[in-house]
């Protein structure tokens, strides 16, 4: 039996119909047209369809539909809406973009580590993205960036 | 000679000297649009009146096919089409190096995932419904899994046409290896192992194909070679190949694993889509992709070599058996590969190689980074360190003392001629990583955690192995406002060939910025660039890229000197503006030169082709000439490793790279590091594992394991020799392959100097470090 969501996506305000097992990564992708999202495992296990809901990083991909009703919810899209993020400036700057597909996840964890985090050691943003696989840049400019991303905001404030 | 003549052109700008936007650290033109989520791959481009493809796949390793019933499949509302063998109106033959391989099973499956059948549903849950109510029956047949078994049956065989498991040979044969042995002071022999690695690119296969679109069938589809995957989509529906476009969008990696995979994932949607008459979208699921896609070849390599007193190599005899599984796909070459690249980057004047590429009843093996060249790296590398410890030298002085440099004969016996710069790669390296002083402190290690310092040095022949024909070729047009278009072959899978290196050629040969180039890449409107892949999108492809916007830049500067009166050859392109060098008060903007060009009837859009210039190779004895110039690559790896529990950590990676002119230093240091960590998990981690029947028993991401941010060494700096070779743009070779290749070979040299006991085969799990502990007391 199909179900009615209602959520705040990026911002504002969306309803669809949702069957009750379908996953949130397929709402996103096919019914609202938000594709930054990427599959890549369909089981939790590399990051490339995190998402925030109420601020927190979630995969969507095992995350179903109904579970955001009423809740809001954060895509790479959104991340971006009021222009480049630190951390997307930073992956640009330090060459960590290669094929891309597995960057809406860095770009999101980046959102959420920001706004949770004051400052982070190196160890501490290993752990942090432990759960986003890339097989392009071998991680070392990500880590570049992420560090610049956050000097970069200890400046500012 | 012509101002157009492409030698001319190459060798001028070979040798230009004060390069403005080319070697500079330019960010990639795509690098926003992927760093909002708004750079389309495959799957963004879904209709929403798509139908959708799901595939029937084998449940037995080798099995004849005795009947199929597809009637309850069209039953379920929804199911369009069941489509077999039988329906393709085209030839069923995919193979790409002999004729052995059909796209959908034909009489009989050789592996579990071979591909039977594809339903094609209105939704993706009824093609799912579909796909498990087709029934297939079969007649199980006795299967083979191992090669060296394989190799030496006729009583099963897995291809009865070929009368033999083995699908191919190979043979070089330089001197007489007898005579060499006997000059040798000290013989090494050994046998080593390698496993079948898993691309896992990150994006899984994916092809959408929509009919009539432009009146013929168009193919969006994750791919690398959009010319051939067209060929192979054409042939299986029986059209003319004008009347297939592909069109190659964002490509969420590849690594060679969609140079085979990509055109038959096209070919099935276009199936679809020709036999509906409805655009048709195929994607893997992630334990498809790894269940079905080639995959690294495993490899069993039997390797002798000997020395004289004096530390110089005399000669060895190699026997390479590749487990190329059901289908040989493109196995040949990747054996004649590694059959040409046995000796290592050395001098050796006599060698025996001879390869079997082995048939089993597994997934086939097929182009990963390194085709078939990080194997026999490993082998080769692993010797050049027992030879050196039986001389009584140092791994890094053995190896300096038998270098390849200019003037010297490959096992080929192909004289190189210029751009070879391992030797000094490996000097410098060595220096940089204090490489003599590491090497004798660690030895005396003696605790839990025991250090070890290790080297690979590799090298990989640019262009096709042997005299197989290579050639680049591009279009590009100046539009009236003065912006460039160019069309190029090459797909941008994230190495950042069209994006970044052509864009950047140029911007240099046009003085105009980045941002006025706009490079359509992985389209079948432009003209056939070759494949992107063997490390040659950036190098091989920017040859065309190169000759297309030099002869643009010869006719215009011929204008300009006209309109400013003063000599071509004073005239520079630089920022929007095209003056005199001599003069610089004297000139004209960019947009207004063209605006000139345009009234004075100078033509505007310059092709640019160039045939790589090849010599003879004879098969039979494997002599001659291999490739147009080697690419080289250094890596010194520091690791530790945990005695007690066999954890082996790399600690940190030094790499050097010899491959011409660096166009772009930081897209070069992002492929390195790729290419380092791709092949230190395979070193250490990645094993695909298959049950008795040949069934992948880790067909996911959370079984197959690939490195994570808190796996990856601390990687140094690259230190480039920039050894210009005379064809590629600005001198460049190929980089893209080149840091995995001798990645395996570095990690199990330090491995083996940390725990002082030859590591033979691969990965180097903590099970199997501990069993090598046990097995050395």
Known sequence: ?157 | MSVEDPYALLDKWLNAQELLVVGKDVTRVDAFQKAVGKAYFTEDYLLKEALFVKQVLSPYPHARILSYDVRKALDIPGVKAVITAKDIPGVNQVGYALPDQPLLAEGKVRYVGEVVALVVAEDYDTAFKGVESVEVKYEELPYLLDPLEAMNRNDILIHEEIGSNIAFKTKVVKGDVNEGFAKSDVIVENEYRTHHQDHIYLEPEAALAIPDMEGRITIICSTQYPHLTRDIASKVLGLPSSYVKIITPYVGGGFGGKDDEGPLVAAKAALAAYLTGRPSFLMYSREESIAIHPKREATVIKYKSGASKDGRLQAIDVKIIHDTGAYANRGPFILWRATVHASGPYEVPNARVEGFAVYTNKVYQGSFRGFGNPGIQFAAESQMDLLAEKLGLDPIDFRLKNILKEGSTTITSQKLDHSVGVGEALRKVAEASDWWRKRREYSLDTGRFRRGIGVGVAWHGISTSRGVPDWSNAYVKIEKDGSVTAYTGIVEMGQGAPTSAHVQIISELLGIPPTKVKVIFGTTDAPDTGATHASRGSSIGGIGVLIAAAKLRERLAKLASEILNVTPEEIMFKDGRVYSKKDPNLYIEWKDLIKEAISKGVELSATGYFFLPKGKFDDVRGQGFAYPAFSYMVVISEVEVDVETGVVKVLKVWPALAAGRILNPQQVEGQLEGAAVQGLGYALMENLVFDGKGRVVNPDLTDYVIPTIRDVPEIQKPIYVEDLFKYGPFGAKGVGELALIPMPASVANAVSHALKTRVTSLPLTPERVLELIRSSR
């Open chain 1, 1 to 157: 039996m199909k179900r009615v969501v209602r959520f705040k996506l990026n911002g504002e305000y969306v309803e669809a119909e949702v069957e009750p097992n379908e996953l949130l990564i397929n709402l996103l992708r096919d019914k609202l047209h938000l594709t930054g999202t990427k599959y890549v495992c369909g089981i939790g296990e590399c990051g490339a369809c995190t998402v925030l809901i109420d601020g927190k990083p979630v995969l969507s991909c095992i995350t179903l539909a109904v579970d955001v009703n009423g809740k809001e919810v954060v895509t790479v899209e959104g991340v971006s809406k009021d222009g480049l993020t630190p951390v997307q400036e930073a992956l640009m700057e330090e060459g960590a973009i290669q094929c891309g597909y597995c960057l809406p996840g860095f770009v999101v964890m980046g959102e959420y580590l920001l706004k949770e985090r004051m400052e982070v050691s190196e160890e501490e943003l290993r752990e942090a993205l432990r759960g986003n696989l890339c097989r392009c840049t071998g991680y070392v400019n990500i880590v570049k960036a992420f560090k610049k991303a956050f000097e970069k905001r200890g400046l500012k404030s």
